[in-house]
């Protein structure tokens, strides 16, 4: 049961350029919604999260829009460098009784030079 | 120790064997999870611990997996009879009681069966 529907699978963005990264739930008691990056051969490592009272969170180059009515939120990440290259999962929490984190299907990002 | 700790960070066992991995999760993290990757997938959970609640065993595969957890510290993964499909790299995590908390990491055990 895929309750975070992640896309695309994977991107290839040039150096410089926008990534977006978009997932959808169906789930509305969710109500955290963080974004994780794994480089090759690493556990993957909390990237930026929001709350859904928000619409838009940004920090540095990364950006989470929120849409709470559409039950959609996108990662952008601004000026995209060939260190951006990962596999980013988005991912929604559960904060009633179990507050159980369940991810995305992932992304690969290839920024090239 | 200051994060998730994995071990071994490499198996190779022979199919049908059993093999037993551990987490040691960052202390005072009530939750925590097992997740199963193959090469270049997704993260698939396996099964999440959560205080003394009942763990939520729903993303086992099958009855050959099984996952023990200690109070709030020490979790083993067994895989019995192994088959090759069961390679993968398994990782762990573990968080604070709560909606806005991070999840942290370990390693992972990349499991080969030969």
């Known amino acids: 049961q895929q309750q975070v529907k992640q896309s695309p699978q994977s991107l290839i963005v040039q150096k410089g350029g926008i990534s977006i990264i978009n997932c959808a739930y169906e789930?509305?008691?969710?109500?955290?919604f963080p974004w994780y990056q794994q480089f090759p051969g690493k556990g993957p490592a909390l990237l930026i999260a929001i709350r859904p009272d928000v619409s838009e969170k940004k920090e540095g180059r990364f950006t989470i829009s929120f849409n709470k009515s559409a039950k959609q939120f996108s990662l952008h990440i601004m000026d995209s460098q060939p260190g951006d290259s990962a596999t980013y999962f988005c991912a929604a929490v559960d904060g009633g009784a179990t507050n159980k984190l369940i991810f995305g299907t992932g992304t690969l990002l290839a920024v090239q030079p | 120790g200051a994060g998730v700790s994995q071990s071994p960070s490499n198996k190779v066992t022979e199919k049908g064997k059993d093999v037993e991995l551990r987490c040691d999760p960052i202390s005072g993290h009530t939750a925590l999870y097992w997740y199963r990757q193959r090469l270049g997938q997704g993260l698939e959970f396996l099964i999440y611990?959560?205080?003394?609640?009942?763990?939520?065993k729903s993303g086992l595969p099958s009855d050959r997996f099984s996952a023990e957890r200690t109070g709030e510290s020490v979790s083993t993964l067994t895989i019995q009879r192994t088959q090759q499909e069961d390679s993968a790299v398994y990782l762990c995590?573990?968080?604070?009681?709560?909606?806005?908390?991070?999840?942290?990491f370990g390693q992972g055990t990349r499991l080969t069966v030969v």
């Open positions: 789930n509305t008691a969710f109500d955290y």
């Open positions: 611990f959560q205080g003394n609640s009942a763990p939520d």
């Open positions: 995590a573990s968080s604070f009681w709560g909606a806005n908390t991070e999840a942290f």
